[in-house]
């Protein structure tokens, strides 16, 4: 019987998402552009078994809510495909889960890739993007590696820009919390859709956006994509924070950081933040400076550690028979 090793990485999202539209499928209400990260990587074994349910595990784990989530996603694989089989999934991440260093993308996205595989579907990287969005709106771009876009819209896919070798960006994850964040982002997304009076202004303002990083990256102009990136940032963030009840993911350290990145940049470092829906920051900066910016970073109090990688993130399937 074939067995999978799927390693999928995390992304982040420059021009951010945030919200869905009112169509089925969890379709997101914006546009996104992302880069993957090579050093933050889910491990995921799948295969096909002869048993009446699912076996799933996740980071050890066969409870909670975790497992819920991925048995949805395979009931929707079913549904969707008309098929099925049932399957043994064991699932790992090498980086945090649930605070807001994106470990379900990498994860739906490696299962939407092990469905395609085990069953033979043989859908396109477009039509996988799809099936993994299903779980996880941002798991879409993690089928991808490097940067990508996310197309928003009735068929809402992803699809690559360019690889990470050709602009090799560095990343320095700042971890300011080892908690799980209090409000997942299905949760937070949908209260901003409802009460935060930003929120139409968020809609209206995002095509700008990614036209500005589409650019930035085609012409590989660090300060536009800082500017758009941390713009798009403190965007999402202001129409989280104005939902009610606000929902604040950050801490004070996170702030913190914000302002040292800042400093950084006024002293002719090219440097960027961006948060998602945590409070770790993710620090961007050109090829060979993440050494003396990580150094700057861990010498703020209450920085817990920081992971440095860079722009990357292929998936790669590994097949075994056993």
Known sequence: ?????????????????????????????VGSVSIGLEGLATVTRMQVHDGSIDHITINGDNGGAAVARVQKFLNRARDLYGRTECFEVRSSNNFPTGTGLASSASGFAALALGVD??????????????????????????????FVEMHAGPEAFASKITDGATWPLEVVITLTSAAPKETGSTEGMELSKRTSPFFESWINTHEADLSIAREAIAERDFE???????????????????????VLYWNGTTIDVIHRVRALRKQGIPVFFTIDAGAQVKVVCMPGGAESVEKELLAIPGVIETISTFIGGEPQITRTSH
């Open 117 to 146: 595989k085990l069953l033979s579907l043989g859908l396109t990287r477009q039509a996988v993007s799809q099936l993994a969005r299903e779980g996880s709106g941002s798991a879409a771009r993690s089928v991808f590696g490097g």
């Open 1 to 29: 019987m074939d067995n999978l090793e799927i390693r999928t990485c995390a992304n982040i999202a420059l021009v951010k998402y945030w919200g869905k539209s009112d169509l089925p499928g969890n379709i997101p209400a």
């Open 224 to 246: 536009k994509l800082a500017t758009v990136s941390e713009h798009s940032c403190l965007k999402m963030h202001a129409t989280i924070m104005a939902s009610r009840p606000g």
